[in-house]
């Protein structure tokens, strides 16, 4: 099962809906180019909802954590929304999860990007 991947805009947030597996490989590349492409358009508000992520391994993990520092060093804020059980568990395994800002709700999230 490849990942898909589609944006939507909420209140001058970028949310990225996320489907399928993070794995080594396309899963990684598509999460990678479409964050770029939305800092190089100038959308620097970016929320990545993975809760139809059904898998992720090491490799989707370091592209997280890659999508969130190249989102900060261009000035925007990147946060995740909607984690199941088993990606939380591997963001807590890692001692990731208290580097990303994690949100249940999407109205919250939205509402917690800096205006």
Do not use: C, P, W
């Amino acid at each position: 099962m490849s990942m898909k991947s589609s944006t939507r805009q909420v209140d001058g947030v970028t949310i990225v809906d996320l489907s399928g597996r993070i794995t080594l490989g396309e899963g990684s590349i598509v999460l990678r180019e479409t964050v770029r492409d939305l800092l190089s358009k100038g959308q620097k508000k970016i929320l990545l909802n993975l809760g139809d992520v059904n898998y992720i391994d090491s490799s989707g993990i370091g592209e997280l954590v890659s999508a969130f520092t190249t989102s900060k060093n261009q000035g925007g804020e990147l946060k995740l929304l909607n984690l199941t059980k088993k990606v939380h568990d591997l963001l807590q395994i890692t001692k990731l999860y208290t580097v990303f800002d994690v949100k249940d709700e999407e109205v919250e999230a939205v509402k917690s990007f800096s205006k």
